[in-house]
């Protein structure tokens, strides 16, 4: 920790600075986590920050799959850019995409909403019918929670709880050398969206997209079922997170950027604005498409069972110490991570 230059000094020593949180940042708060609490007890199966939902054992051939995430207004949506029913459909999609990543199936939730006591009837109901729609979508459905009041802006906390078989547990952990990068879907078109409406550009697909994310949480039963060996959702970035399945899974990597998908429309989204569609996918967040791994003769098979939904092989699983690469036009650069930083200065 750095000393604070306007430290007043007392008796010749600079007098050390208060420790913030911003000092350590997300990532090593959660690290902090293992030094805080007591040990995890064990039936506890994959706890603190290993993967996108805890896991806990049983009942039977099941293993059960536990998520938090929230939706806070001014961080993650504004009121002007939404509709209560889709900020409830909203909140549900970021939980559900955690169940997803594991191979999971999603089973009930509980919902503490923190809202002003101003707020219109009709947010707190389209709230609920939205969060209720987007949960039982996918077999889900909302059993209780809390209410409270806050000051000035609303936030959605979801928990979520789900199940999956021991064999089809999918977790970021188990990617091997050789493995292929593979990423469902379209990568980035929900950070062109956010770019948009910040923009306040007319509204079109990729606001949608940003708004109303889809869960895969079928294409994440299908890819458990068709044995990938590991799995992330992309929440922060393929290079982000693709480095955090890496780190789980003892590995390093290489994406090929010609292969990284990207659409007609972000692609004139990223000219209208003057952005890179290629820095949306790699360090834009909140994609909620899956990044997994799998071998080589796998990959057919994979494509089929996900029908209609793109699977895009970007790059390949390399030895640990072997760095994290990204190849451009032929050279070799490093992977650099840059998604959303919770706690930055």
Known sequence: MQRSSSAPLRRGRARSAVATLADLGEMRLIERLGSLLPREPGWVVAGRGEDDTAVLEGPGRHLTLLTCDVQEEGRHFERSWIDPRTLGRRAAAVNLSDIAAMGGEPRVALASLMLPADLELRWFDGILRGLGEGLAAYGAALVGGNLSQTAQRLAIDITLLGRVTRRRLTRRRGARPGDRILVTGWPGESAAGLAL?????????????????????????????????????????????????????GVDAEVDLSDVPVSGVMRRAATRLGAEAHAWILNG??????????????VARLRRALGDLP?????????????RWLLHDADR???????????AR
Do not use: W
């Open 197 to 249: 409406l910040q923009a306040r550009a007319p509204r079109g697909k990729l606001q949608r997209r940003h708004l109303e994310p889809e869960p895969r949480v079928r294409a994440g039963q299908a890819l458990a079922a068709g044995g990938v060996t590991a799995m992330i959702d992309i929440s922060d970035g393929i290079a982000t997170d693709l480095s955090h399945l890496c780190d789980a899974s």
């Open 285 to 298: 967040g909140e994609a909620y498409e899956l990044l997994c791994t799998a071998p080589p003769r796998r």
């Open 311 to 323: 699977l895009t092989d970007i790059g390949v699983v390399l030895p640990a110490r072997s760095g």
């Open 333 to 343: 650069h490093p992977l650099r991570t840059g998604g959303y930083e919770h706690f």
